[in-house]
């Protein structure tokens, strides 16, 4: 890939995008389909884009026309003005429709202020870094168990089979309160949610779309049985499902319906992205083994490299809004009513915001990458994804002394996700293993924001090449 050297400034908009100019610059490339996704690589695209077009009409094509904003600066803008930018008609270019999805109002991912804040206050206690810290030890017992075991077992694994998918079904099952026999048939109905199949190289896009609305209806169907049989009787398992179905009754609470919804979208939110972001991290781990080598010498880099897994193979490659009003943004003038999707996996690669945006630097600091959105809708998961991608990072290096790729590794084909449906590694054993008992070395502070706090390391250094 080829590295731009432009400096942290931008440079130039010639043939930006007129005032009202619906032309659409790339009337070739169909963004929204996502076999592109699994085909080219975007990234040569975006940077063109960025520079020329940041905000452009992309015309109908497998989906109903939409404006795409590309840069760092105009992203941010979107997230952090609901009052323009409203999410209540859907998240993703499959769900967005021109009147209000069905679950506006009542699931957070798709309700405005005010009734937004709601929402989260009900579920925001569950993610504090005092209940993500509570969580730090299962997370560990669980990650040294399934690398000790891809240790023993000497031989190549499908990393998102054996770690990646394990990992985030095993803390969402813990978050929520999931039966444990349950979390196989979650696992495989999540997956399919963003058209991410296990047969999707073989099925059609329309094919996907179907088995994606009826994975979602099957995952409604049973958050629905479990919240209502949690209302009926107290069970000993304490999960956010249980704690939120017993305070139907309370006014300040979540009703039924609510409970539900946002259940449903918790167990898909929290594990398809994270699942995304470990199998992406891994991936670059081998392909910048340098990286891998210096963690292993100093593993104090796991938080700083972690962010820059995120922002690097960022898994949220596109949200999307509905204006509310007329508004110019980025040079076009977006009319009420309109489609806008903005591309993070675009704007993690801003040169504007980051100093040699196509390199790995597991020492980048700051990183203000925006993986897990800004504003009123910022991830409030993130501190849990931070806590299961440190511990997997922090042990992978103590116990293995170098990975490779053993086969071809395979993406999901997906317009929304970034990640691997399959990803064959060989590992080398570490020699010896000095601190398996003991916790992850950032397993005190899991909810700690190392994008922009104090960088741990000194200053944010280059030295991993392309
Ligand atoms: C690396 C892993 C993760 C990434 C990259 C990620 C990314 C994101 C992004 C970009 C948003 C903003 C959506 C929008 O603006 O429309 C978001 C929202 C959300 N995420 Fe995550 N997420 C991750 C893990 C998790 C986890 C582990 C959970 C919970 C268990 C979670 C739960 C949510 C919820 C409930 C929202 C909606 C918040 C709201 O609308 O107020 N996420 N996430």
């Known amino acids: 890939m080829a590295v731009p050297d432009d400096g942290p400034s931008r440079t130039s908009t010639k043939d930006a995008p007129l005032l009202d100019d619906r032309t659409d610059p790339v009337p070739g490339i169909d963004l929204a389909r996502p076999e592109l996704h699994r085909t080219i690589d975007l990234h040569a695209v975006f940077t063109d884009l960025r520079r020329d077009h940041p905000v452009f009409w992309h015309g109908p094509k497998s989906h109903a026309g939409f ?4 840069r760092h600066a105009d992203t941010v803008r979107v997230y952090r003005d609901t009052d323009t930018f409203s999410a209540t008609h859907g998240m993703t270019l499959d769900t967005l429709r021109p009147e209000l999805d069905p679950g506006a109002g009542m699931m957070v991912e ?17 993610f504090s870094a005092g209940a993500v810290s509570t969580m730090a030890p299962a997370i560990d017992d669980l990650v040294v168990r399934l690398l000790t075991d891809i240790r023993d077992r000497d031989e190549p694994v499908d990393f998102v089979r054996a770690v990646a998918s394990r990992i985030p079904t095993h803390v969402a099952g813990l978050l929520l309160g999931l039966p444990p026999e349950d979390l196989d048939w979650i696992t495989s109905r999540t997956s399919q949610v963003f058209l991410a199949g296990a047969d999707a190289s073989r099925a059609a896009t329309a094919d996907l779309r179907e088995q994606a609305a009826q994975a979602n209806a099957e995952l409604l169907g049973y958050f629905s049985k479990l919240v209502r049989a949690s209302r009926r009787r107290r069970s000993d398992v304490r999960g956010l499902v249980q704690r939120l179905a017993e305070g139907t009754g309370d006014r300040e609470g979540l009703n039924t319906a609510e409970v539900i919804l946002n259940s449903l979208n918790l167990a898909i939110a929290g594990t398809q992205t994270t699942r995304s972001s470990l199998s992406n991290m891994m991936l670059a781990l081998i392909q910048f083994p340098d990286a891998f080598q210096a963690l292993r010498k100093d593993p104090t880099l796991v938080p700083t490299a972690v962010e820059e897994a995120v922002r690097w193979a960022n898994p949220v490659r596109h949200l999307a809004r509905v204006a509310t009003r007329d508004v110019e943004l980025g040079g076009a003038r977006i009319r009420a009513g309109d489609p806008v999707v903005v591309w993070p996996f675009s704007a993690n690669r801003d040169e504007a915001v980051f100093r040699l945006p196509h390199v790995f630097d597991i020492r980048r600091y700051p990183n203000p990458h925006i993986g897990f959105a800004t504003g009123t809708h910022s991830c409030p998961g993130s501190g849990l994804a ?8 922090t042990r992978l290096v103590e116990l293995f002394a170098d990975a490779d790729l053993a086969d071809a590794p395979q993406l999901v084909q997906s317009n929304f996700l970034l990640g691997y449906e399959r990803l064959p590694v060989r590992y080398t054993a570490a020699a010896s293993v000095p601190r398996l008992s003991a916790q992850a070395t950032d397993g005190d502070r899991p909810g700690a924001d190392f994008a922009t706090r104090d960088a741990p390391n000194g200053s944010s250094r280059t030295t991993e090449g392309m």
């Open 386 to 393: 931070r806590a299961q991608m440190r511990t997997t990072l």
């Open 110 to 126: 798709v309700t405005d202020p005010p009734e937004h804040r709601r929402l989260r206050r009900s579920i925001g206690a569950f």
């Open 67 to 70: 404006w795409s904003v590309t």
